[in-house]
């Protein structure tokens, strides 16, 4: 049984940079995790595209995050230009449901991290016209909205006032990433669904960017999704894909209808994925496994499409 995808984070168009971060890769065929290519096996494609940055970009690479979130917009909109027949941007629900009947990928932007537009509330507006869906408020560092998971701290007043412009643009909430404190500060304050793109569940795999039981279940009670990482380390130890079906099967616990439960494989975002899984072309192989380990064929749709869709209407503007 084969099911359309509909996936929440990838790292693609930072990896089409290359070494030097300024390079021409090919989505349209190429040894990363994702290609258009492979997705082929899929009857469906929606892919998030994150526009990653941080402030770490100026120690590491000598490149402002400014300048890194330009290029990889820039990736994007070029191989969305060079592969009309395959993929289009997407800018709601109404545009992925028509290029999946066109048999076309969609295209999602997003954000990991808003250091490259200097974490500016005023400018999500903008943001949200080019057609960003998405947004984390931050990396792995503290920055002048919240702490990080690794850094700890909540959210700072600048950090309240960008989820507040956020979510009144028509934009996610995304919480991967963010400091446990910061996590419960934007459900105190959220007016929509939260989304965790890229976590999978603590109780399982004990790193502070999964997410404890508690804290998937108040992204249940929003109405928001969590979308499951194929990032090794954040799935257990030597993990297969019997692992991702045990993490999936602990949040259907809280979640018995798999109504809040994703896919977001970081993908190209890691260097190491779970066993069995080897990029876009593997997700058939895990949709065959869960529903050998027990799951419906609609609890499985629900996770690999209707649940993402589900979200983004849920904030379409």
């Not at 701290?153 to 910061?182: N, P, Y």
Request: glycine content about 10%.
């Amino acid at each position: 049984m084969n099911f359309p995808v509909f996936d929440l984070h990838c790292d693609t168009a930072y990896a089409l940079l290359g070494s030097d971060h300024n390079s021409a890769g090919s989505l349209r065929k190429n040894d990363l995790h994702i290609d258009l290519e492979r997705a082929k096996v899929l009857p469906g494609y929606a892919q998030c595209f994150a526009c990653f940055t941080t402030p770490y970009m100026e120690e590491w690479y000598r490149v402002k995050p400014l300048n890194m979130f330009e290029r990889e917009l820039a990736t994007i909109q070029r191989e969305i230009d060079k592969n009309k027949r395959l993929m289009s941007i997407a800018y709601g629900p109404g545009d992925i449901e028509a290029n999946r009947q066109k048999g076309k990928m969609s295209a999602i932007l997003t954000i990991e991290g808003p250091a490259g537009f200097g974490y500016d509330p005023e400018l999500l507006q903008d943001l949200s016209l080019i057609g960003f869906r998405m947004t984390t408020l931050g990396w792995n560092e503290s920055n002048p909205l919240t702490g990080s998971h690794q850094t700890g701290g909540g959210l700072t007043d600048m950090g309240r006032e960008f989820v507040k412009e956020a979510q009144r643009v028509g934009m996610l909430i995304d919480v991967s990433h963010i400091s446990d404190e910061g996590f419960w500060d934007i459900i105190d304050i959220t007016n929509g669904p939260v989304v965790a793109s890229h976590s999978n569940s603590r109780a399982l795999c004990d790193v502070s960017r999964n997410l404890t039981d508690d804290m998937f279940k108040a992204i249940c009670q929003t109405g928001g999704v969590a979308g499951f990482n194929q990032c090794a380390p954040f799935v257990g130890a030597e993990p297969t894909l019997d692992t991702v079906c045990d993490h999936i099967l602990h949040w259907m616990e809280f979640d018995p209808e798999c109504q809040h439960i994703a896919l977001g494989g970081d993908l190209d975002g890691c260097d190491q994925l779970t066993g069995g899984f080897d990029g876009i072309q593997s997700y058939p192989a895990l949709a065959q496994r869960l529903l050998e380990r027990g799951l419906t064929e609609q609890q499985v749709e629900n996770i690999f499409w209707n649940n993402a869709m589900g979200v983004m209407e849920k904030c379409s503007m």
